[in-house]
């Protein structure tokens, strides 16, 4: 049972674009591990752990105590007129982890804003307001990055800025490429790069932004080598590559620490957000100096990297790294693919079965063809939920379901949701026979 009267309140005075998972939504007010309780005291494993926004899982002693000690100063922040240590040292991390040359870090308090400041830089250092994006793509919801996202049920603007171009490249179950071998997939879209660089843009474009995998457009993951084959082109240009990495970043994709690694090649710019703060809101861009740079008057953020967010994000880091937990993204990732293969095979409703490291998409269709089932989608969600266990959903059709669960995950506890999965697939499955 929903609070009612919570949820109505919730209907009255916040916006009615403001997506809300199930039919009765739950209040979560406890959480441990990879564990979150609600307000009826019901139990789920989180395997969305909030859109990703905690990567290391629920009350971690090391990063609450981390934190902790921040408050205990008294400095729960000033401003960035003032030297702030936490920021500096982890901007220093950051920068030696992103393999970007000359590398420079500046913090927001969300992803949007880091893309915002991204193609702000490209734009500027580039003099170009066109700017590349790719189809299905979701890069946040302010007035430039609505632009740039390409998946039309999540841009609530079209009076973006940015003059923007489409390419193809994200999402391949669906569209003209749909079957196409991983060789012949690349070198479509790279043919179809270049036709829309030559066709709809004066050639002098700012920068390529992509997501390594489409969060919001379920999960969608392109062969390894595609941003190479893009990136070749681009230079051509002097056209800059802004990996978004707010959903790829740090391990989660198990093989790579940044999404885009897996192509053979370095972004100019990336952004980043979510879990790194493990629940603290930070985000932020690392671009080269000379990008970094370009702007040519003062600029400020208030609370971008504050000492709070900087001292969480930190120990965040240092857990992530000091824990291998990429390689934990590895190996559980590829159990649970394989797990969920399985599934696949015994259930026509899954059409696709796709990603990295704990980063895995499974898209729904009506069994016997590939007609995307939203609806099957929406049974997954919730009969996970009456058996304990929080997905997410996405994909343009929203009939995919997302899973990225905190990256502490356990053997066990992929276990456990591979068994719920199964279960509540099936009954998806028997609605539609
Ligand atoms: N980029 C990507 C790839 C995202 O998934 C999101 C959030 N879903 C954003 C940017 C925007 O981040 P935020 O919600 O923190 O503004």
Redesign the pocket.
């Known amino acids: 049972m929903t609070d009612a009267d919570l949820l109505a309140r919730h209907r009255a005075v916040l916006p009615d674009w403001l997506a809300l998972y199930y039919t009765e939504p739950i209040e979560i007010v406890r959480a441990q591990g990879r564990h979150v309780t609600d307000a009826q005291g019901r139990t789920y494993l989180d395997f969305f752990a909030g859109?990703l926004t905690n990567a290391i899982g629920y009350d971690v002693a090391e990063i609450s105590d981390a934190i902790r000690a921040q408050l205990d100063t008294g400095v729960l922040h000033t401003s960035t007129l003032y030297l702030i240590r936490k920021q500096v040292e982890l901007a220093e991390q950051i920068a030696e982890l992103s393999g970007i040359a000359d590398a420079k870090v500046f913090f927001t308090n969300?992803?949007?804003?880091?893309?915002e400041t991204a193609l702000m830089l490209a734009t500027q250092y580039r003099r170009s307001n066109q700017v590349l994006a790719l189809r299905n793509s979701?890069?946040?919801?302010a007035f430039g990055?609505v632009g740039v996202t390409g998946n039309r049920g999540w841009s609530a603007s079209a009076l973006s800025p940015v003059k923007v171009s489409y390419v193809h490249g994200g999402y391949r179950y669906r569209g003209p490429f749909a079957g196409y071998s991983d060789a012949d997939y690349v070198a479509a879209c790279a043919d179809d790069l270049r036709d829309v660089l030559a066709t709809t843009t004066s050639g002098d474009v700012a920068a390529l932004i992509a997501?390594p995998i489409?969060?919001?457009g379920g999960f969608a993951t392109p062969p390894d080598g595609l941003f190479a084959a893009f990136k070749e082109i681009l230079d051509e240009h002097g056209i800059l590559l802004i990996s978004?990495e707010?959903?790829t970043g740090w391990g989660r994709t198990g093989e790579h620490f940044w999404g885009i690694e897996a192509h053979g090649v370095t972004a100019d710019v990336m952004?980043f957000?979510?879990g790194i703060g493990n629940g603290l809101a930070i985000?932020g861009v690392i671009a080269r100096g000379e990008i970094m740079d370009c702007l040519r008057a003062n600029s400020i953020s208030t609370f971008g990297g504050n000492p709070v967010a900087t001292a969480g994000a930190k120990a965040t880091l240092d857990y992530l790294l000091d824990n291998d937990l990429q390689g934990n993204a590895a190996k559980l990732g590829e159990h649970l693919l394989s797990g969920l293969r399985d599934i696949g095979d015994a259930h026509g409703v899954v059409g696709d079965v796709r990603g990295k490291g704990l980063m895995i998409g499974v898209e729904l269709v009506e069994p016997g063809g590939t007609t995307p089932s939203p609806h099957a989608a929406t049974t997954v969600l919730e009969e996970t939920k009456a058996r304990g266990l929080l997905v997410g959903k996405g994909g343009l059709h929203n009939n995919v379901i997302r899973l990225a669960p905190p990256m502490t995950l356990t053997r066990e506890e992929a276990d456990e949701a591979l068994g719920i999965l199964g279960a509540a697939v099936a009954v998806a499955e028997g609605e539609h026979s």
């Not at 969300?110 to 893309?115: H, L, P």
């Open positions: 859109i969300s992803g949007t804003e880091a893309n979701y890069h946040g919801r990055t997501e489409q969060g919001v978004d707010v959903q952004t957000a979510k985000g």
